[in-house]
């Protein structure tokens, strides 16, 4: 019945220091002001789930429609089973608070330190302190520019749409 919470933005989630790994993500969510926190719940048999428990920082990044292939493939591949970052075209660039890297190619990229873990079923939901953000064009004044094309997951599997009525498949 989750289904009719769609359609959500997506985001790259981006965790691990040794060997950095980047997930596909659309359950991301605000939680507070002050401090600024936000929650993303990853389920329990992800490679990045094990990850974001044993350094406790992970990246929210933010694509655009340009990068949808690389969003499905960072959703559909797993990590664990070899280096996902070779079959991406996305290149991962020091962060400034955290030991996480960034994607440059992302509008947004919001640095978090692990404050609290909750267990909710077969996913944790990790609440993350921001403690830094990087972003381009797309967000100019701290706002966001909607002529960008951000990822929405418009349903379960392919189907991803925009800010428009147009739909997408990777």
């Not at 960008?148 to 147009?166: D, L, W």
Request: glycine fraction near 8%.
């Amino acid at each position: 019945m989750l289904e009719y919470l769609y359609p959500l933005r997506t985001y790259l989630i981006v965790s691990g220091v040794e060997k950095p790994n980047v997930m596909t993500a659309d359950w991301v969510v605000p939680l507070s002001f002050n401090p600024q926190l936000l929650g993303v719940a990853i389920g329990h048999s992800r490679y990045t789930h094990s990850l974001i428990k044993e350094c406790g920082e992970f990246v929210v990044a933010v694509p655009t429609i340009e990068l949808l292939k690389d969003v499905w493939k960072a959703g559909t591949l797993s990590g664990a089973k070899g280096d996902k970052m070779e079959k991406l075209s996305l290149t991962l660039v020091e962060s400034k608070k955290v030991r996480v890297p960034s994607i440059k190619e992302c509008q947004a990229n919001i640095e978090c330190r692990v404050v609290k873990e909750v267990e909710t079923g077969d996913h944790t939901f990790f609440v993350g302190e921001i403690l830094d953000v990087s972003y381009g064009d797309a967000f100019k004044d701290g706002k966001p520019d909607i002529n960008y094309k951000f990822v929405m997951h418009a349903s379960f599997g392919k189907n991803f749409t925009t800010n428009s009525s147009e739909t997408f498949e990777p």
